[in-house]
């Protein structure tokens, strides 16, 4: 019988394989990671990049410590029972090293590949349900409005179910994950009072959580290069896909007006106020750095996710580990 995964530890770093690093670099930029002693590796999946499964796996059997993320694998690209066989076997293979994310997908991908629903909050409340049932070796539910998998069992099952978290945004699809789902996977920018705000979204259940946060990061003696280096990652806060995420920002107000005078979200990001950029990201010094993980830590998160900022990913692994409490 599939044992739950242990409740999660707080206080674990990761950091994200960004979806643009050469793929030369892709195998030595995970060992790199473990051998630096950080807990996680989380890969993305973004329309035309490279499959989150496939880079799981080869990052899971190039390691043999790291847990290794996937955030997220949309909901309406992939049948649920595929998916679970897909995940099940991961997490045979490396037991107890996986966790798996899903969500809606961003919308214009999911549109241009024939995969957006008519009503992504049924779906993904449909498939996390299921997902999580099929992973544990338990029957798949009663059919719903998309998805079908009524009766389907997975005779190869893990010894230790890996947690399921949904990457989504927005009220009603986090209370989704506090019903269905094992936790968040906050994308970024995810400042200590959005975190909070999210929490408060899962309402009362009681199953152990995983809360993933994904920031922009960078470390550097010289804080202004730090925050220089960030401020690019930031461009997109002002989209209105980021809405959900600024809205418990004290200066939110602030921030939207100064997205809206300014020419375009380059200049937008250059000019945004340091204690801005300090806030949404995870930029300065290493004691500084090391502040913001903890903030985001005591708001609530399990794990804090560093995507590195800047134009060579593999060199900055070197610098952001400075943030590690065995490196001060």
């Given at each position: 019988m599939?044992?739950?995964?242990?409740h999660?530890?707080?206080?674990?770093?990761g950091?994200?394989?960004p979806?643009?690093?050469?793929?030369?670099?892709?195998?030595?930029?995970?060992r790199?990671?473990?051998?630096?002693g950080?807990?996680?590796?989380?890969?993305?999946e973004?329309?035309g990049?490279?499959?989150?499964?496939?880079?799981a796996?080869?990052?899971?059997?190039s390691?043999?410590?790291?847990?290794?993320?996937i955030?997220i694998?949309p909901?309406?690209a992939?049948n649920?029972g595929?998916a679970?066989?897909e995940?099940?076997?991961?997490?045979?293979l490396?037991?107890?090293?996986l966790?798996a994310?899903?969500g809606h997908?961003?919308p214009?991908?999911?549109?241009?590949?024939?995969?957006?629903?008519?009503?992504?909050?049924?779906?993904?409340?449909?498939?996390?349900?299921?997902?999580?049932?099929l992973?544990?070796?338990k029957?798949?539910?009663?059919?719903?409005?998309?998805?079908?998998?009524?009766?389907?069992?997975?005779?190869?099952?893990?010894?230790?179910?890996?947690?399921v978290?949904?990457?989504?945004r927005?009220?009603?699809?986090?209370a989704?994950?506090?019903?269905?789902a094992d936790?968040?996977?906050?994308?970024?920018?995810a400042?200590?009072?959005?975190?909070?705000?999210s929490l408060?979204?899962?309402?009362?259940?009681?199953?152990?959580?995983?809360?993933?946060?994904?920031?922009?990061a960078?470390?550097?003696?010289?804080?202004?290069a730090a925050?220089?280096?960030?401020?690019?990652?930031?461009e997109?806060?002002?989209?209105?896909?980021?809405?959900?995420?600024i809205?418990?920002?004290?200066?939110?107000?602030?921030?939207?007006a100064h997205?809206?005078?300014?020419?375009?979200?380059?200049?937008?990001?250059r000019?945004m106020?340091?204690?801005w950029?300090?806030?949404?990201?995870?930029?300065g010094?290493?004691?500084?750095a090391?502040?913001?993980?903890d903030?985001?830590?005591?708001?609530?998160?399990?794990?804090?996710?560093?995507a590195?900022?800047?134009?060579?990913?593999?060199?900055?692994?070197?610098?952001?580990?400075?943030?590690?409490?065995?490196?001060?």
């Amino acid at each position: 019988m599939s044992e739950p995964h242990a409740h999660p530890s707080r206080g674990r770093v990761g950091v994200m394989l960004p979806r643009d690093l050469p793929v030369r670099d892709v195998l030595p930029f995970a060992r790199r990671a473990e051998e630096l002693g950080f807990d996680q590796v989380w890969v993305v999946e973004d329309l035309g990049r490279r499959g989150g499964v496939a880079q799981a796996a080869t990052v899971l059997a190039s390691t043999s410590r790291l847990t290794v993320g996937i955030g997220i694998m949309p909901a309406g690209a992939r049948n649920v029972g595929f998916a679970a066989m897909e995940l099940a076997t991961l997490a045979q293979l490396h037991p107890g090293r996986l966790i798996a994310g899903i969500g809606h997908g961003m919308p214009d991908w999911m549109r241009q590949a024939g995969s957006w629903p008519a009503g992504p909050l049924t779906l993904i409340k449909e498939y996390a349900q299921a997902l999580r049932l099929l992973i544990a070796g338990k029957p798949g539910p009663a059919n719903g409005r998309y998805v079908r998998c009524e009766g389907v069992v997975l005779t190869e099952v893990p010894d230790v179910v890996p947690p399921v978290v949904l990457g989504v945004r927005g009220p009603k699809s986090q209370a989704v994950a506090g019903e269905f789902a094992d936790g968040l996977l906050l994308a970024e920018p995810a400042a200590p009072a959005y975190i909070t705000a999210s929490l408060d979204n899962l309402g009362s259940a009681t199953n152990p959580r995983e809360i993933v946060t994904y920031d922009a990061a960078a470390v550097d003696d010289d804080e202004e290069a730090a925050l220089a280096r960030v401020r690019t990652a930031l461009e997109v806060v002002g989209e209105p896909e980021w809405a959900a995420h600024i809205a418990p920002l004290p200066f939110a107000e602030e921030l939207r007006a100064h997205r809206e005078a300014g020419p375009d979200a380059r200049q937008f990001a250059r000019t945004m106020p340091a204690a801005w950029v300090r806030e949404l990201s995870i930029a300065g010094t290493p004691a500084q750095a090391r502040a913001a993980i903890d903030a985001r830590h005591a708001a609530g998160a399990t794990s804090v996710v560093l995507a590195p900022a800047g134009p060579d990913a593999l060199s900055a692994l070197d610098s952001l580990v400075r943030v590690l409490p065995h490196r001060h």
